[in-house]
Antibody, heavy 119, light 107 residues
Framework: QITLKESGPTLVKPTQTLTLTCTFS??????????VGWIRQPPGKALEWLAL???????RYSPSLKSRLTITKDTSKNQVVLTMTNMDPVDTATYYC???????????WGQGTLVTVSS | DIQMTQSPSSLSASVGDRVTITCRAS??????LAWYQQKPGKAPNLLLY???RLESGVPSRFSGSGSGTDHTLTISSLQPEDFATYYC?????????FGQGTRLEIK
C-alpha cells in the first residue's frame, strides 16, 4: 500500500523559510522512473505545481518559483524535502506531495498540510 | 509553461445528467492529460490519465477524450457522489500545469 504524508510547520512568519517533509512508504525513490512532486492549493483556489524530483536526482521546478524552491530526497529515509524561502502571506496554502511513475501523472497523493503565513 | 484553460468554471446539473468539461492546452500535449476529482478538504484523486485511460477503481461513467490541445471529460450519468471540483493537468512537460478547476454543483 502506497502512502505519503506531509509534515512541517502550520504557521510561518513572512520572510521566513518553510521546510516541508514528505515521508512515504510502499515504493522506493530509487526505482527507475519514479518521482515525487509538490503541489499547493491556496484556500478556495486551484492547484499549482511546484517541484518534482526523480529517482536519478533530476530536479524540476516551477519557473515562477524556481529562485525560492529547493527539493531534495533522502532515499534511505523514504523522504523528500521541499524548502521555500522568503515566505509571504500569498504562499498560504495546503501543500501536497504526490507520487508519479513514468509517463503517468500524480497517482498517489498525501493528505496535504495547511501552511499559513502570517506575522 | 503550458497554460491549461478549463471550462466551464462552474456547472450546475442534476443526478442522472450527462456533463462535459473541456480543457484546452496552449500548445500540443499529445495525450499527456490527466483528470482529477477533488472533494472539500481532501486531496485530488486521479480519475483518468493518457487522456482516456481510466484509473483503477474509477467508475466507467467517467470517460475522457482528446489529443493535441483539446480534451474533454464526460460523466455519462451523474451520481450524488460526483458533485465535486474537477481539474485537468498536462504532464507532457514540466511544470505539469493544472487547469483552474470546474466546480460541479447540484441543481
Amino acid at each position: 500500500q502506497i502512502t505519503l504524508k506531509e509534515s512541517g510547520p502550520t504557521l510561518v512568519k513572512p520572510t521566513q523559510t518553510l521546510t516541508l517533509t514528505c515521508t512515504f512508504s510502499g515504493f522506493s525513490l530509487s526505482t527507475s522512473g519514479v518521482g515525487v512532486g509538490w503541489i499547493r492549493q491556496p484556500p478556495g483556489k486551484a492547484l499549482e505545481w511546484l517541484a518534482l524530483i526523480y529517482w536519478d536526482d533530476d530536479k524540476r521546478y516551477s519557473p515562477s518559483l524556481k529562485s525560492r524552491l529547493t527539493i531534495t530526497k533522502d532515499t534511505s529515509k523514504n523522504q523528500v524535502v521541499l524548502t521555500m524561502t522568503n515566505m509571504d502571506p500569498v504562499d498560504t496554502a495546503t501543500y501536497y506531495c504526490a507520487l508519479t511513475h513514468p509517463y503517468r501523472p500524480f497517482d498517489s497523493w498525501g493528505q496535504g498540510t495547511l501552511v499559513t503565513v502570517s506575522s | 509553461d503550458i497554460q491549461m484553460t478549463q471550462s466551464p468554471s462552474s456547472l450546475s446539473a442534476s443526478v442522472g445528467d450527462r456533463v462535459t468539461i473541456t480543457c484546452r492546452a496552449s500548445q500540443g500535449i499529445s495525450n499527456s492529460l490527466a483528470w482529477y476529482q477533488q472533494k472539500p478538504g481532501k486531496a485530488p484523486n486521479l480519475l483518468l490519465y493518457a487522456a482516456s485511460r481510466l484509473e483503477s477503481g474509477v467508475p466507467s461513467r467517467f470517460s475522457g477524450s482528446g489529443s493535441g490541445t483539446d480534451h474533454t471529460l464526460t460523466i455519462s450519468s451523474l451520481q450524488p457522489e460526483d458533485f465535486a471540483t474537477y481539474y485537468c493537468q498536462q504532464y507532457y512537460s514540466t511544470p505539469g500545469t493544472f487547469g483552474q478547476g470546474t466546480r460541479l454543483e447540484i441543481k
